[in-house]
């Protein structure tokens, strides 16, 4: 059963083994929400730049290890650029474009 109050998922990126984001650009509105989902075998830590501040857009911080198999999702309130990177792995990097 459909939760009526999640926000609906508009974007996916997937986290590959190789170390990237996939796509490495996703674009979408104000109020979407973007959920990451790690298919490679390290631990990822989604977090917005700078590193290791993540000051750029602070609650966009999964401020927690993603193991793999897991998802984080995030919904965004804010227009912007946002550029992103793994904390663990900080030259994997990423940016949401928010409308």
Not at 1 to 30: Q, W
Not at 58 to 74: C, I, T, W
């Amino acid at each position: 059963e459909i939760d009526a109050n999640l926000p609906a998922v508009k974007a996916n990126v997937k986290v590959s083994a190789g170390a990237t984001f996939a796509p490495a650009t996703t674009k979408v509105k104000v109020g979407d929400t973007v959920t990451w989902t790690n298919d490679g075998s390290g631990k990822v830590w989604v977090a917005s730049d700078p590193h290791p501040s993540h000051t750029n857009y602070p609650e966009f911080d999964q401020r927690a290890a993603m193991d793999a198999g897991a998802n984080y999702s995030f919904t965004f309130t804010k227009k912007g650029t946002w550029t992103y990177h793994n904390h663990f792995n900080s030259s994997m990097r990423g940016t949401v474009i928010v409308e």
